[in-house]
């Protein structure tokens, strides 16, 4: 064998030949093309279309961002800001118990807040009464002692709200009606069964309706 015929020896595999360089990179390119097509798809990790969001709440509005809880696209005046992303408005929109814990410490800082308030308010509600009298004034006065102490109520609880410091709230009104009346008759007769009743119901229906009235505000204002 000569050098000239290996020099003229074809090539095992002449679909392997590499493109003229002469016919520049449009050539490449296409070549590059068509073996994407050969191979059946677009280069790994290749995307055609991105992905055309529009703001669920502005439709107008394309972005990029979904809410983290839901998944609903969000433009940037629909976003909240939460600890755990960004939320629509309706995942953010938590009750803010299921945020607070009623811990030990709110738990005793609640009762006395609401034992503490309800006797001053009391002791000041029982001191207007016999200096002044009964009127009409007098029953709105009252009926407010149901809404101070269940503001102090949940002040002290860290803003909870809930069945724990609505019961809370209700005792420590009812504290606020029964304690200084109780504690005036059993200072001036003495400790007795019939002392204690007799401090209950003296003040007669009227004073019932206005207790109920007041539980029921320091309840609503603790659910």
């Known amino acids: 064998m000569t050098l000239e015929d290996e020099g003229t020896n074809p090539s095992p595999h002449p679909s392997a030949e590499a493109p003229d ?18 191979l059946g798809g677009s280069p790994a990790g290749g995307h055609e279309h991105s992905e055309d969001l529009r703001c669920a709440y502005h439709p107008g509005r394309s972005t990029l961002v979904r809410c983290s809880e839901c998944g609903k696209p969000l433009c940037p005046d629909c976003m909240v800001f939460a600890a755990v992303g960004i939320k629509c408005r309706e995942c953010a929109r938590v009750p803010r118990s299921a945020r607070v814990t009623l811990t030990a410490d709110r738990w005793a800082k609640a ?12 002791f000041a509600y029982y001191y207007l009464l016999g200096s002044v009298g009964f009127f ?4 709105f006065v009252a009926a407010g002692i149901g809404y101070l102490v269940g503001e102090a109520v949940v002040h002290a609880s860290g803003h909870y709200r809930g069945r724990e410091t609505a019961a809370i709230a209700v005792v420590s009104t009812l504290w606020a ?36 009235i007041a539980a029921y505000l320091a309840y609503s204002r603790n659910r």
């Open 21 to 38: 360089p002469r016919q520049g990179p449009a050539a490449a390119s296409s070549e590059a093309s068509a073996c994407r097509d050969d």
């Open 111 to 122: 009762i006395g807040a609401g034992l503490g308030a309800g006797t001053a308010v009391g």
């Open 136 to 139: 009409l004034f007098v029953f």
């Open 177 to 212: 009606f029964i304690l200084p009346p109780l504690l005036a008759s059993l200072i001036r007769f003495g400790a007795s069964w019939n002392v204690v009743v007799f401090s209950v119901s003296s003040r007669g229906i009227i004073n019932w309706v206005i207790m109920a």
